[in-house]
Each structure stands twice: as structure tokens, then as C-alpha cells.
């Protein structure tokens, strides 16, 4: 790329913000809505897992809508900088009765192609999780109160 040339993403932030925008009782994103973004050859990271190409991406997505009763996800921003993208966005999963809701943030990065090559969730998994279950959430709270707080 000359310096005379500038890089354009496939998405952008009106796009990126549909993309990260899932009200409960929707469907997510296809396979085929996926594979039209991402990289083959994608790069997924988040506090529970780590996973490498598009068809596992795909699973890891699939996987979390089957372990959920729903999902919810909502954007709050979006900033796209040449390569890289932000998002700020709250995630809700509903199980067994129980609402979980996840603030978190997300670095996608754009391949030479325009698609995303590297897609980096940050969160706090353990919080939300554990702090409403008896007992165990008394240990999380006095954890956050005693290292975090």
C-alpha cells in the first residue's frame, strides 16, 4: 500500500454497530453473515476462550447461543481507526432463569483484505457470573472488596 493509498475496512461503524447489536429473542448473525467479515484464518480471543479460523469462530458464536435460554447485545460506541476497531458493548445471557449482564469491549483488527483478522473481547467473566450465587459470591465480593477495591 503507497502512502498515497489509505486503508478501508469492509465495516464501517454503522456496520460494525449492526453487527454487534443482537436485542433478545433475535437470531445472531448467520454463517454465511460471518464469513462475509471475517477472516478465514481469524484470530478469536476473549477470558474463556481462544479459538483459530472462521469455522471455529463460528462454533465458539453457535455454541454460546445453544448454552443460553437468549442473548442480548447492545453497542454503546464504536470508534474504527484505519486498521483497528473499538467497541463498547453490554452483553446479556440469559440461563436457567437467570440474567447475566457482561459490560465489555472488543479490539477487531482489519486484515489487507478489509476483513477482520483478529477479534479480541475483554470482559470480567468471574463478576457477573459468580457474585449472585450463594456462597460462592460471597467469596467472589470479599475477593473484588479485598484485591480490587
Known amino acids: ?3 498515497s493509498q489509505t486503508f478501508q475496512p469492509l465495516l464501517n461503524a454503522d456496520q460494525i454497530r449492526a453487527l454487534f447489536t443482537k436485542p433478545y ?3 445472531g448473525p448467520t454463517a454465511a453473515q460471518w464469513k462475509a467479515v471475517y477472516a478465514d484464518d481469524v484470530h478469536f480471543t476473549d477470558p474463556t476462550q481462544e479459538r483459530q479460523g472462521i469455522d471455529a469462530y463460528i462454533l465458539a458464536q453457535d455454541g454460546l447461543m445453544q448454552r443460553c435460554d437468549d442473548v442480548f447485545l447492545e453497542t454503546e460506541s464504536v470508534v474504527v481507526n484505519g486498521e483497528t476497531a473499538f467497541v463498547e458493548w453490554r452483553m446479556g445471557l440469559k440461563i436457567k432463569g437467570i440474567e447475566f449482564i457482561y459490560p465489555g469491549a472488543t ?3 482489519f486484515n489487507p483484505d478489509g ?3 483478529d477479534h479480541r473481547d475483554y470482559f470480567d467473566f468471574v ?3 459468580f457474585a449472585p450465587v450463594p456462597v460462592i459470591g460471597g467469596l467472589v465480593r470479599w475477593l473484588y472488596k479485598r484485591f480490587v477495591a
Open 25 to 27: 429473542g433475535t437470531p
Open 115 to 117: 476483513k477482520i483478522g
Open 107 to 109: 479490539r477487531l483488527s
Open 127 to 129: 463478576g457477573p457470573t
Open 1 to 3: 500500500m503507497t502512502a
